[in-house]
């Protein structure tokens, strides 16, 4: 049974061209006018893509179901126009050893996405012990992180970074020094000290994102940093990457779109950590995304139950819906060209996670038939109701974006078909 | 006016009227029986997550006066942990059909986001770090009973500025009234970017003392040492306390305020708490009156209902 995607722009590494494409069996099987198929889909208006992959998600699973199961999540992924994602070990217990590596790996084999992980870096999160890196690596674990928590010990840190580089995998910091941070709950600045809500400076984030390039420089290994969010660190990372180090980073989607003015409202679906920003520091996202400074988009995706929005902002924990929307608000937020936004999209953070050649790969004869249409002018408006998340927790509720997807297709399987779900 | 969550809702203008009401009620609480109809029918109920004995007495106090119910919430300990929903306790409030809320709790933004979740009037009792309207208001109120009016006044407030929410609420009172306002503390005790405030900075209680109408004191907690904030209050009290000799170089005019409860000795010195310019128990007795007029001009709807003399 074959698929045609008919009548839409092909974007890829290597280019634009107008063309169908046509796959089978897992594979693309051609690129050119006038193709057919067993199935049709329309793409008229519609750029074809690879699938999106995510390097950052919290699925949840195992330990908090109620917010998102590995399975709920990667149908938001698809319905985002991902068709990878990498799940953040900060569940419970956390993704730290072989074990849960495969729990998650196995749940993963029924999702409608391919689902990968990352491992922690430390035994339990905890930044005291190294955890078994070697015997996550061998399940295909590619991307290390205590995400959630930065590992606060530069001895520790150094020495995890040469041992990963030996196994050829890369950590990935949430840079977010505890002893400034400590006690915060959104950025400090004039909004924190109006509303009287304890705030986490721009620091606490940026010293650890200079330790960690020093260490990069020191030991040789590379770095990735997650979800940067202030001008300082995309700064430092720029001149990193114009001294030859090996690092690269991620921004997410609210990151770019949203400042910490929108915590006035005291409402916590606007509580994340890293915490939203003044504008500058917004502004300093989308510089780093439309020079190279940044390399992919991220969505940080944080399910939390409906309960947790009904708590004091102060007690809620940090995190926002982020799959189902990222398109969308690269589309409306940043002013980048279509191949650009595809690029940060694909295959850009899939060089990062180890997964190019799978996902992000050319769309070309005998290339893997992981793809997401999407229309670029396609205008809506989020309704937290009509997610496919289990939680609803976006700060997004009734705002309206343009760049809608229409399609994905998931190892030449179709899963969303104009905007349906196919189980 | 629906609520009152911070200064910000009443402005200049409301603040004014507050003061005005005010005055009538302060002639009422001085009747042989000190109480009007005003808001009879009507209920109030006290949500206080936090324990507050004067502030609380003082709302219940001022609902009585003007003949409303008072219902008591006492949420217990173990609900105000981490993880409790507020909005469950608001719906179980307000299914009793109060006709306003009087919150009080430890996170800055809980009576925002209960003015969301109820139809009652929400009166703002203290939040976290974020606000004291109604303190702020009697402070006003004393101010311009003891010295005529604020606007025009030099007031300094000093102490822990980064955390008190009557540090807020009484910048933008006293701002927007068109008093000069300068804050005095350690800048480990002033909040960030402290610079877009209305106000003049200082760091020496010494260099302001002479020149100003109020000296307005706030409590300092003894946690500050622990969070590096202060070295020891040994060390602030001889920097920033109100000690006799500092008192001693005031305007005689000048007022010494503080919200209460006094640490003594850490921030005012005992014996300048006695001194007849030292307003501590004023300001006690004006909250009732400033409290009458708060409910009353979220409650009393009816204009036929105002008393005599009461403004607009
Ligand atoms: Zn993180």
């Not at chain 1, 061998?138 to 290390?144: M, S």
Request: with cysteine; net charge negative; proline share 7%.
């Amino acid at each position: 049974m074959s698929t045609v995607i008919k009548g839409g722009l092909v974007i890829d590494q290597t280019g634009e061209r107008n063309g169908d494409v046509v796959v089978e069996d897992g594979r693309v099987v051609a690129v050119g006018p006038d193709l057919s198929g067993d199935e049709v889909l329309d793409a008229s208006g519609c750029v074809v893509a690879p699938g999106f992959v995510d390097i950052h998600a919290h699925l949840r699973q195992p330990g908090a179901e109620e917010a998102e199961t590995i399975e709920t999540g990667s149908w938001a992924a698809v319905r985002g126009g991902y068709s990878a994602v990498v799940a953040m070990p900060n569940t419970n217990p956390p993704i730290d050893c072989a074990a849960v590596v495969q729990e998650v790996l196995a749940l993963g084999r029924l999702a409608p996405c391919d689902v990968y992980t990352s491992g922690a870096i430390t035994v339990g999160r905890k930044g005291e012990q190294l955890a078994p890196m070697a015997e996550m690596a061998a399940l295909g674990v590619r991307l290390f992180t205590d995400d959630g928590r930065g590992v606060q010990e530069a001895g520790l840190m150094r020495r995890a970074m040469e041992y990963a580089a030996g196994l050829g995998v890369v950590l990935a910091q949430h840079c977010e020094v505890d002893s400034l941070a400590a006690g915060g709950h959104m950025h400090e600045g004039e909004w924190s000290s109006r509303l009287g809500i304890p705030g986490v400076p721009a620091e606490a984030e940026e010293l650890m994102v200079m330790r960690d390039i020093a260490l990069s420089r020191f030991t040789g290994a590379p770095i990735h940093f997650q979800h940067l969010s202030t001008r300082g660190s995309i700064a430092m990372v720029r001149a990193a990457r114009e001294a030859g180090l090996e690092v690269t980073a991620e921004a997410a989607t609210h990151h770019f779109t949203l400042t910490d003015e929108a915590c006035a409202s005291y409402d916590p679906v606007f509580k994340v950590n890293p915490p939203l920003r003044p504008a500058d520091d917004r502004d300093a996202v989308r510089e780093g995304l439309a020079d190279g400074a940044v390399d992919a988009i991220a969505t940080d995706h944080a399910p939390h139950s409906p309960d947790t929005k009904e708590m004091p902002f102060d007690q809620a924990p940090p995190g926002m819906l982020g799959l189902e929307t990222a398109l969308a608000l690269a589309l409306t937020e940043l002013n980048l060209p279509l191949a650009e936004v595809v690029g940060l999209l694909t295959w850009q953070p899939a060089a990062i996670a180890g997964l190019k050649g799978v996902h992000g790969a050319p769309i070309a004869p005998d290339g893997p038939a992981n793809l997401c249409v999407f229309d670029p002018n396609e205008t809506w408006t989020v309704d937290p109701d009509a997610l496919a998340s289990r939680s609803r927790n976006t700060p997004y509720a009734g705002r309206q974006v343009r760049g809608r997807v229409r399609h994905t297709i998931v190892g030449g399987r179709p899963v969303l078909v104009d905007q349906e779900m196919r189980p | 006016m629906k609520h009152l969550l911070s200064i910000n809702d009443l402005g200049a203008e409301g603040i004014d009227e507050v003061c005005r009401l005010a005055d009538h009620f302060t002639e009422v609480s001085q009747r042989p029986i000190p109480k009007v109809p005003a808001l009879r029918g009507k209920t109030v109920a006290m949500l206080f997550y936090e324990d507050s004995t004067r502030t609380r007495l003082s709302f219940e106090v001022a609902a009585r006066r003007l003949s409303a119910d008072v219902m008591g919430f006492s949420v217990s300990a173990s609900s105000v942990n981490k993880g409790e929903s507020v909005r469950d306790t608001v719906a179980t409030v307000s299914a009793m059909g109060p006709d306003a809320i009087v919150v009080r709790h430890r996170s800055a933004g809980v009576p925002q986001q209960t003015a969301a979740w109820t139809d009652a009037s929400v009166i703002n009792a203290g939040d976290g770090w974020h606000e004291h309207p109604t303190q702020a208001l009697l402070d006003c109120y004393t101010i311009r009973d003891r010295l005529g009016s604020v606007a025009g006044r030099r007031i300094v407030i000093v102490g822990d500025i980064k955390h008190s929410r009557v540090a807020r609420s009484c910048v933008m009172a006293f701002t927007v009234l068109g008093a000069k306002v300068t804050l005095v503390a350690p800048p480990t005790l002033l909040p960030p970017e402290v610079g877009s405030w209305p106000v003049d900075i200082s760091f020496s209680l010494d260099a302001v003392l002479s020149d100003c109408d109020v000296v307005y004191g706030l409590r300092v907690q003894k946690e500050r040492q622990s969070e590096a904030l202060l070295p020891s209050l040994r060390e602030y009290t001889a920097q920033w306390g109100l000690t006799a000799a500092r008192a001693a170089r005031l305007h005689p005019d000048a007022l010494v305020m503080h919200p209460g409860p006094v640490n003594r000795g850490v921030e005012i010195a005992p014996e300048v708490l006695d001194q007849p310019n030292a307003t501590l128990n004023e300001q006690v007795r004006h909250g009732v009156a400033v409290r009458m007029a708060v409910l009353y001009l979220l409650l009393a709807a009816d204009p036929d209902l105002r008393p005599e003399g009461a403004g607009t």
